[in-house]
């Protein structure tokens, strides 16, 4: 479970990136969490994953609290979540299977019970025949989906996705946001930041609308058809 609860966030040069947002996302939702550049979209995904602190309100996440979390504890946090980037951010020189037994050799899985993930996983996002290629070899719809399939290797509890289908075509796109939702339907919950009206609007899902460091709106579907967001 992830709450905010009247949580703002001034960076150090004095921007106030968020001025009292709260926000409860329970476990098993989807949330589209969308608004114009500079709105502080992605400063509330970087309070979620612990990149940055908030300066006031307060914070939990998946049974943490962020306020007073010890740095210690930060990489238990993490591996509650799965982070997926718009620019894929796989490491090039090693295959997709050796991306996805790379993340799981950090948290100490077994080889057996490595095999056994990747070839889930691998099987989930529709690559299972990829294992062995680089990610270069890839289109980017295949990248993106290599990188879902390393986001939930370790089986977080929560994907947070920035911006996923921002380097796609929109069937590219619409495809990877279907693979989120089969994902969210298996059971984890799912956060995506995004400017796409229109993928938002094929999606019924909850609709988290921030603008200018507040939320302006929250519900399910129809809510980003407000042409100011
Ligand atoms: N590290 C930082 N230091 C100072 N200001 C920052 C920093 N990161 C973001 N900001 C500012 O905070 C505000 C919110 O930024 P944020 O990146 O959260 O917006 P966003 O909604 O994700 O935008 P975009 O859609 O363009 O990614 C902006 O005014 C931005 O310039």
């Known amino acids: 479970m992830i709450r905010l609860i009247d949580v703002q966030k ?3 040069n004095g921007t106030r990136a968020l001025k009292g947002v709260s926000m409860r996302i329970e476990d098993g ?8 550049s500079g709105s502080g979209k992605s400063t509330i995904l970087k309070l979620i994953t612990g990149e940055v602190s908030c300066t006031e309100g307060r914070l939990m996440v998946n049974g943490y609290n962020l306020n007073n ?5 930060i990489p238990y946090l993490r591996r509650t979540l799965g982070v997926i980037f718009q620019d894929f951010r796989l490491i090039e020189k090693k295959t ?3 991306n996805l037994t790379f993340v799981m050799r950090v948290v100490g899985a077994s080889p057996r019970e490595i095999r056994k993930r990747v070839s889930y996983v691998l099987q989930l996002v529709g690559l299972d025949h990829k294992g ?3 990610p270069t070899e890839l289109s980017g719809g295949e990248q993106q989906r290599v990188a879902i399939a390393r986001a939930l290797v370790n089986n977080p509890q929560v994907i947070v996705a920035d911006e996923p289908t921002g380097n796609l075509d929109p069937q590219r796109s619409l495809e990877i946001m279907m693979l989120l939702e089969k994902i969210n339907e298996l059971g984890t919950t799912v956060l995506v930041v995004t ?3 229109e993928l938002v609007n094929r999606f019924s899902k909850r609709v988290v609308a921030i603008e200018n460091g507040r939320i302006i709106s929250d519900g399910m579907g129809g809510y980003y058809n407000n042409e100011s967001v």
Request: aromatic share 12%.
């Open 10 to 12: 001034t960076y150090d």
């Open 29 to 36: 939702e989807f949330v589209f969490l969308v608004g114009p």
């Open 69 to 73: 979390i010890h740095v210690r504890q």
């Open 96 to 98: 997709v299977e050796e």
């Open 132 to 134: 062995d290629r680089l």
């Open 195 to 197: 400017h796409e009206k």
